[in-house]
């Protein structure tokens, strides 16, 4: 029994430094040296200050001379990432989305006065999966840009350009749409120093 005892003490110690120790550094030590901003949670700085990561959503709702992302069910909390997994029958879904679309309209529409609730992408009242998707579709950022040209007062060519700029294709070419990371774009903005 003493030996079996020894010889599992041994298995414990070696597989917990393996495993526990030796294994997740030689991970990190190589995510560090070939991936170190992906590793380090993909940071956007600005004049040295963090401001976000590009991974993450964050809520630029309340200041109208920013784009503005999906809605989250998290309140873009990167520690409690879900969606409500509500169905398409669900009546809370389509209360929330009926809720969200009314808010987007009632936002965008005095900067475009074409803006019917039909042309409201999916994605702009909507949760996505994680709840913080930094994305928005091109089509979500084309009709912000009414708003945050008027609210900058920056010529809407301009602002599309900017977004134009910011376009993340698909990935590998072929899967998801083309997207607008929201952080990277409202930095851009914030470097035209344009009066908001």
């Keep these: 029994m003493r030996r079996d005892l020894i010889s599992s003490l041994i298995a414990i110690t070696v597989l917990t430094l393996l495993v526990g120790v030796a294994y997740p550094l030689a991970f990190t030590g190589v995510a560090q040296v070939v991936f170190p901003g992906s590793a380090n949670g993909s940071k956007l700085s600005v004049n040295g200050r963090v401001v976000g990561s590009r991974l993450i959503a964050q809520d630029f709702k309340g200041d109208p001379g920013y784009f503005q992302e999906r809605p989250s069910q998290t309140g873009y909390d990167p520690a409690a990432t879900y969606f409500s997994n509500a169905g398409p029958n669900s009546r809370a ?98 470097r035209l120093g344009a009066g908001k």
């Design 93 to 190: 879904a389509e209360r929330s989305t009926a809720h969200s679309l009314a808010a987007y309209v009632k936002r965008e529409r005095p900067y475009d006065p074409g803006l019917t609730t039909s042309r409201v992408p999916v994605d702009a009242v909507t949760t996505s999966a994680s709840g913080v998707d930094p994305e928005i579709s091109v089509a979500n950022a084309r009709i912000q840009a009414h708003r945050v040209a008027a609210t900058r007062h920056l010529a809407l060519d301009q602002v599309n350009g900017l977004i134009d700029d910011h376009v993340h294709g698909r990935f590998a070419g072929i899967f998801g749409e083309d997207g607008v990371n929201v952080l990277e774009l409202n930095v851009a903005l914030d």
